[in-house]
């Protein structure tokens, strides 16, 4: 069974959890997109930090799980073990969900976009457009509802006279104050594809950034760059699901938030950072892991130092506890290179 969060606040809920019949079937409680928990808790659906009220009604013997592709470490983490109530005893597993076949572009905003013009935006809009399927298909995500109004207009200002009047349907806004209707009709035109396309470009806030499983869109454009890193990360996995095609996730940045990062990378803070990524560029530079001393040598009697151009290539390998097969395997990775590498072992 499927539902929101807010739908377990209801009677019809509390019916079913306690009814004879179905809570002997109740097995599992599983809340996809954990991550909301932290991200839309607290002020936009509260009823997400309210979730672990759910152990005290829901069988004992029910498990409880929680799926995510962008969960960060640390405090996000943190929040959501206390809200679902996983306490002291869970276990967590991760894999790799990396998609090689979108490109990751940053571009930098050149020109203002406080008013209703938004000129780094013009190229979405050719000349020569004739409908909707002669267009990419675009989502582009707005951090509010206000922004990607003024950003839908400019957008239908720059079709085609012939297109002018079916500049709705062609560049749709979706947003969580649509009515009903207008979302039914959004989420069905963002699944068709090919020639039965009759919108080109989706402008959307967080509404759309979850939940949806299309595997024919191109790119997704962030205007601008998104409020977290699991935002951009979640926003960048829609385009090309289909492991067969190419996509694009484009950030737009601002020139101020460049520089303070700029200055950020050449502070002494940064330098000095042991686990930073040293520049491929510095070939006078070492590459040293932060688990060897300063002066070279490893506390572990076992391990080499490294102590070789920054420009060789950083190998980690997984070993068995002699540590042997690893060493057999830089052994011959540096063999086969003709080169020096740089090889760690990670328990």
Not at 110 to 119: G, V
Not at 139 to 145: A, D, H, S
Not at 182 to 199: F, I, M, N, T, W
């Amino acid at each position: 069974m499927l539902f929101s969060p807010e739908i377990t606040a209801t009677d019809e809920f509390n019916e079913l959890i306690t009814d004879k019949c179905a809570r002997p079937r109740i097995g599992y409680f599983v809340v996809d997109e954990i991550h909301l928990v932290y991200e839309w808790g607290p002020e936009f659906r509260p009823l997400y930090a309210m979730l672990a009220t759910m152990r005290a009604w829901l069988p004992e013997w029910t498990v409880f799980v929680g799926l995510t592709a962008t969960l960060e470490p640390g405090c996000e983490t943190d929040a959501v073990i206390q809200s679902v109530g996983f306490k002291d005893l869970f276990h967590f597993e991760k894999r790799d969900c990396e998609r090689h076949n979108v490109d990751l572009i940053i571009r930098e905003i050149q020109y203002p976009c406080t008013s209703h013009e938004f000129r780094d935006l013009d190229w979405l809009i050719p000349l020569d457009i004739t409908k909707a399927s002669d267009l990419p298909k675009w989502l582009v995500y707005c951090e509010t509802i206000e922004m990607g109004h003024r950003l839908t207009l400019y957008l239908r200002s720059l079709l085609p006279p012939h297109l002018q009047k079916h500049g709705r349907k062609l560049i749709r806004h979706m947003h969580s104050l649509n009515c009903s209707l207008c979302k039914a009709e959004g989420l069905a035109s963002l699944y068709l594809s090919g020639e039965e396309r009759d919108c080109a470009i989706f402008i959307a806030t967080k509404v759309l950034s979850v939940g949806i499983n299309v595997s024919d869109i191109d790119a997704v454009i962030d205007f601008l760059c998104p409020s977290s890193l699991a935002a951009g990360v979640q926003h960048a996995g829609h385009p090309a699901r289909d492991r067969e095609q190419h996509g694009e996730a484009i950030i737009y940045v601002k020139k101020a938030d460049i520089e303070a990062v700029t200055s950020f990378i050449e502070s002494d803070e940064y330098m000095g950072d042991p686990h930073r990524v040293v520049d491929i560029d510095d070939e006078s530079g070492v590459v040293i892991d932060p688990e060897w001393d300063a002066d070279g040598t490893s506390s572990d009697d076992d391990m080499p130092a490294a102590a070789v151009p920054s420009t060789a290539p950083v190998i980690h390998l997984r070993t068995e506890p002699d540590g042997n097969a690893g060493e057999s395997a830089a052994m011959e990775a540096e063999s086969l290179l003709e080169q020096p590498i740089v090889w760690t072992y990670r328990g």
